[in-house]
């Protein structure tokens, strides 16, 4: 089966990849999880969007992702939290939580799934991630969550 990839998936390929899978794997995984798209010869022309979305998304390369890593380890990033009586959260911060944050402090857009924490960020105070920009380059991102 032929499909055109419209996602990252590991071991197979990226956005905008033509790729032949096995029926099953393209008909039961990565159609319905919206992964993938039929190649036609009409959907082969939407290659062109998919490409430059996943462009301007894009870090370029490690000189650029260290360029990336330095931004985001300058910034002061706060993320405002409804909190109980006792400091804990109401819920946890998410990757998606951080990524809006970083955006608002000034910095560059980030991909939500690029986003880890060591362990949940379920109380106020200062924390950590990783973000990973590039295959050799990480950053790690401090930011504090305070009472809303």
Avoid: C
């Amino acid at each position: 089966m032929k499909l055109i990839l419209t996602g990252t998936v590991d071991k197979l390929g990226i956005a905008g990849d033509i790729v032949d899978v096995k029926d099953g794997y393209g008909r039961n995984f990565l159609l319905p999880q919206g992964k993938a798209i039929r190649w036609t010869r009409g959907n082969e022309k939407q290659i062109d969007g998919i490409k430059r979305a996943r462009d301007a998304r894009e870090v370029r390369g490690v000189e650029h992702a260290q360029e990336i890593r330095s931004q985001l380890e300058g910034l002061k990033i706060e993320i405002p939290a409804r909190v109980s009586e006792q400091g804990h959260l109401f819920g946890a911060v998410t990757s998606s939580d951080l990524a809006v944050a970083v955006k608002k402090a000034g910095g560059p857009t980030i991909d939500k799934r690029s986003v880890s924490f060591a362990k949940p960020v379920k109380t106020v105070g200062t924390h950590a991630a990783n973000i990973k920009l590039h295959g050799a380059v990480s950053a790690h991102v401090p930011f504090e969550v305070v009472a809303q």
